[in-house]
């Protein structure tokens, strides 16, 4: 109730001072919550991020790690919030993923945080050791099926949306294999390099460097077109494997009743920063594509993306946490 009252009164207080309110905005520093462990793609985009906000706006916007719980300690905080614009999150997808994976969550997705832009999505990629004999994903879903049960797969972690994506992708095949869960794609990686488990799907911004210098082969990538910085790599579609598009996000968001004005601040600024001729080619090269689509098309996103993770979760029959 608290929060809906300074919801209300900040909305007065916006329509009494017009547009000089977003004028106002920021006037003292901006924390940015990143409900994860510093060092992966998510916390480094938005250290840039938060970096070129401080230079624009002329306060800091700071950053803040909170792990715990798959994420969601750290999303809970910004959902509880003052909605004023002075804490925002910056999440993976683990905010789209969660809410079917977990039986209890503290926050309503939908209903307690306002999408302001995806920053950028980083499409997973199959991934196999050098050595290994399948020289694209055909011939893996071909092996897949020839030897059922022989093969292991990485992944990065349950829940994570490359652990979804082996679980699609063994639904949408038909196909059976073992698949080994990592405690981060930093491990997976490291078993991925010495052949332990020489087949692997993670987030491609975890893997640009070590494709690029050949220590592990990319096979394909779970997006609709090539990456600028890897177009050798096909995608999964132009393949003839269809309906696997999957991504992590980098997703900026607001506690509800944040005023629409400080949103589009944000939005503007954030997908012009990505853009830039500065931060694009560093996060090409985290294997992030940048996008800063509008509060209402990542809403959509939103929405719809939570509706997917839940079938997959639902028809792969993967137990709640």
């Not at 991020?49 to 969601?72: D, H, M, P, T, V």
């Not at 995806?118 to 990629?125: D, E, F, V, Y």
């Not at 199959?126 to 797969?153: H, I, Q, R, T």
């Not at 985290?286 to 509706?307: L, R």
């Amino acid at each position: 109730m608290t929060k809906f009252i300074r919801a209300i009164a900040l909305g007065a207080a916006c329509l009494v001072s017009g547009s000089a309110f977003g004028q106002q905005y920021p006037n003292k520093p901006v924390k940015i919550i990143i409900p994860f462990p510093a060092g992966g793609v998510t916390d480094l985009a938005g250290r840039l991020i938060a970096q070129k906000l401080s230079e624009r706006l002329g306060q800091q916007f700071y950053i803040e790690n909170i792990g715990g719980a798959g994420g969601n300690l750290g999303m809970a905080q910004v959902a509880r919030a003052p909605s004023d614009g002075y804490t925002v999150l910056l999440s993976s997808s683990s905010v789209t993923v969660n809410p079917s994976l977990y039986n209890k969550m503290a926050f309503d997705v939908e209903k307690d945080l306002i999408p302001v832009t995806k920053a950028g999505g980083s499409p997973n990629s199959w991934l196999v050791n050098p050595d290994f004999p399948a020289k694209n994903m055909k011939d893996l879903v071909e092996l897949f099926k020839k030897e059922p049960g022989k093969y292991s797969v990485g992944s990065p972690g349950a829940g994570t949306t490359p652990s979804l994506s082996i679980e699609q992708l063994k639904y949408d095949l038909k196909v059976n294999f073992v698949t080994v869960p990592f405690v981060g794609g930093g491990p997976m990686t490291q078993s991925l390099l010495g052949g332990h488990v020489p087949i692997s799907c993670g987030a491609i911004g975890n893997s640009v460097a070590l494709i690029k210098e050949g220590k592990i082969r990319a096979l394909g990538i779970t997006d609709k077109k090539r990456l600028e910085t890897l177009p050798d790599i096909p995608t999964l579609d132009e393949m003839g494997i269809k309906d696997q598009e999957a991504e992590t996000i980098t997703g900026v968001f607001v506690p509800a009743g944040t005023p629409k004005e400080i949103v589009n601040l944000l939005q503007k600024q954030i997908s012009a920063i990505v853009k830039s001729a500065d931060i694009k080619p560093k996060l090409l090269e985290m294997g992030v594509v940048p996008e800063g689509d509008s509060p209402e098309s990542f809403a959509a996103y939103v929405k719809a993306d939570i509706a997917k993770w839940k079938r997959v979760i639902e028809q792969s029959n993967i137990p709640k946490i």
